[in-house]
């Protein structure tokens, strides 16, 4: 059964830094990972998706990384702002791309 | 942008009654979703439908659930007889094809589900 891991539960770093969550599964054969972004009483943004057979995507500050073989994947932040403010989640899909099995997510507070 | 809307975004109910939870996925989208998540604890996959059938479901969607697509445009979520620990926020989400490179899952803002 497909299990996923965040690291840390929560963090909180001053306006400006650079920012590494963690997200590990102990299923390897999986169909694609996903970041989403939740906003207190809010649904879930979709932030970046990796096929399995890519290593990376990019979308403006935020990089993700996945090592297949390793289970990992790393979402990094760049220049983090009070506006990333929010909960991330990694989530995978294991044998079908239908099913995403979530982790417990990293809460992330940007200080001024 | 479009987006998936869920309503309501809150419903309160007792133990025992009927509930239906409505979404409007995006329309051209073709896959659709419902997850919940406990206060607390991690979003759970509950079923997914596609060509108005359930392509997957886990073993927590049991008789007690059901899902219909009653016309082109609503998704609906009926759990039959509620109990206390079905109180969670519920996620519709849809998506345009299986979570290809391009076909990442939208998420609707969620009903939360109260029972009393």
């Known amino acids: 059964k497909q299990e996923v891991t965040q690291i840390p539960a929560a963090l909180s770093v001053p306006e400006g830094e650079n920012l590494v969550l963690n997200c590990s599964f102990t299923?390897?054969?999986?169909?694609?990972l996903q970041w989403f972004r939740q906003d207190p009483g809010k649904g879930l943004t979709s932030l970046l998706l990796?096929?399995?057979?890519?290593r990376e995507q990019t979308s403006g500050r935020l990089n993700a990384s996945l090592d297949k073989s390793s289970g990992r994947s790393t979402l990094y932040i760049a220049a983090s702002q009070p506006g990333d403010s929010a909960t991330y989640l990694c989530?995978?899909?294991?044998?079908?791309?239908?099913?995403?099995?979530f982790g417990t997510g990293t809460r992330l507070q940007v200080t001024l | 942008e479009p987006e998936v809307t869920q309503t309501p975004s809150h419903q309160v109910t007792q133990m025992g009654q009927e509930v239906i939870l409505r979404c409007v996925p995006i329309?051209?989208?073709?896959?659709f979703y419902w997850y919940r998540q406990i206060l607390g604890q991690k979003v759970e996959f509950l079923v997914s439908?596609?060509?108005?059938?359930?392509?997957?479901k886990s073993e927590i969607f049991d008789d007690q659930f059901s899902v219909e697509r009653p016309d082109g445009s609503n998704f609906t979520l009926k759990i039959r007889s509620t109990k206390l620990e079905d109180s969670a926020m519920y996620f519709c989400?849809?998506?345009?094809?299986?979570?290809?490179?391009?076909?990442?899952?939208?998420f609707g803002n969620g009903t939360r589900l109260t029972v009393t």
């Open positions: 989400a849809s998506s345009r094809s299986l979570s290809s490179y391009n076909s990442p899952l939208h």
């Open positions: 299923d390897s054969a999986i169909y694609n």
């Open positions: 990796i096929q399995s057979s890519q």
């Open positions: 989530a995978v899909a294991t044998g079908t791309a239908s099913k995403l099995t």
């Open positions: 329309s051209n989208h073709l896959y």
């Open positions: 439908f596609y060509n108005n059938e359930i392509s997957e």
